[in-house]
């Protein structure tokens, strides 16, 4: 066994495979929330992401994690972030146990989370999580030897959404300091945005809010960037922070969180992005999705050259290809 996590340190076995591993800083780590990263640790991650994506660039895939093996556990849907895993792990030359479907797996039998990972880190060397209830991964990560990476944990976080999209402010912009990045949409039960908020507070920015009052910024989250002493600002439509904009972070009404369909309706559909919108934005601004959209970014902008939204997936790719190489002790 190469690895024993005991009450959230680290022993690596004495007998390694590999002598690096040891001292690579993130090695056995979990990924549960952004709140783990310090500036320094982002830079370094970026320039982890930054070489992947030469390297997948140059040779497409190479063997940095041969031998090693992904379990994808996924209680909730995804598309990009389950197949970005997948992707990342094989082109570092490694292989994934996909659980995307909780249904068929024995969750359906009444099987707990704690055993779950049990079960799957018997196979697997790391364990991507997906779960509707805030704190799962780190309920997982208690139980695991091997390491937990947080993929969406209900309405709490996201963190890895938030490297990437970090990474891609960085990657399209050049910088974060002295940006004003506005939100728009579900800020109440988007994760993504959470988790955004807070690395950003990192930085020197400025953060405008617009959401409807009802899927506004939960309170707590802005008392804690307020802490920080960033700059915040509440709207609920988009006409005065928008000329101010560098990156405007779209997100889709979470209809699947609400507990009463008349609430869901009475704010779907509160924004679309559209050509005309952009004609007040700047011309070196970006614009950003987590994805998928369901209507908050007409079709039309897809051409324009500030929507990032593709490009944003594909700088997830490099992202998570550094993580796995980080958890596994080979960055
Ligand atoms: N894909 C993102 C998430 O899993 C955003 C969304 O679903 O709206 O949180």
Same mark, same amino acid.
Request: net charge negative.
């Given at each position: 066994m190469p690895l024993t996590k005991t009450n959230g340190t680290i022993t690596p076995s004495p007998h390694l495979p590999f002598g690096d591993q040891q001292t690579a800083p993130w090695y056995g780590k979990d990924i549960l929330s952004v709140s783990q990263f310090s500036r320094s640790d982002l830079t370094y991650i970026f320039e982890v992401a930054h070489e992947m994506r030469e390297m997948v660039a140059r040779?497409?895939?190479?063997?940095?994690?041969?031998?090693k093996i992904l379990a994808n556990l996924f209680y909730e849907p995804s598309t990009r972030t389950s197949s970005s895993f997948t992707a990342a792990m094989e082109r570092l030359g490694g292989s994934v146990i996909p659980?995307?479907?909780?249904?068929?797996?024995?969750v359906s039998k009444g099987e707990s989370l704690p055993d779950t990972v049990r079960t799957l880190e018997c196979y697997a060397d790391v364990i991507v999580l997906r779960h509707p209830e805030v704190g799962a991964s780190a309920l997982a990560a208690k139980y695991a030897r091997k390491p937990i990476i947080n993929a969406g944990d209900g309405i709490g976080e996201h963190p890895t959404q938030a490297l990437l999209d970090l990474f891609t402010i960085f990657e399209e912009l050049?910088?974060? =300091?002295?940006l004003t990045v506005t939100m728009l949409g579900d800020l109440k039960y988007g994760r993504t945005v959470h988790s955004l908020a807070r690395l950003l507070s990192l930085y020197d920015v400025k953060i405008n809010y617009v959401a409807p009052p009802i899927v506004a910024m939960p309170r707590e989250i802005i008392a804690e960037i307020d802490r920080k002493g960033i700059p915040q600002a509440e709207f609920t439509t988009l006409d005065r922070p928008l000329p101010e904009t560098d990156v405007l972070y779209v997100t889709r009404i979470q209809k699947e969180r609400f507990s009463d369909p008349d609430e869901y309706e009475s704010v779907k559909g509160s924004y679309v992005i559209t050509p005309a919108t952009l004609q007040?934005?700047?011309?070196?601004m970006i614009v950003m999705h987590?994805?998928?959209?369901?209507?908050?970014?007409?079709?039309?902008?897809?051409? =324009?050259?500030?929507?990032a939204y593709f490009r944003q997936m594909e700088y997830g790719l490099f992202v998570r290809m550094a993580l796995l190489a980080m958890v596994l002790g080979k960055a």
């Open positions: 040779i497409g895939a190479f063997d940095l994690l041969k031998g659980i995307n479907e909780v249904r068929y797996s024995s050049g910088t974060v =300091d002295g007040a934005a700047k011309q070196d987590p994805l998928p959209r369901v209507g908050e970014i007409s079709m039309d902008v897809d051409d =324009d050259p500030r929507a």
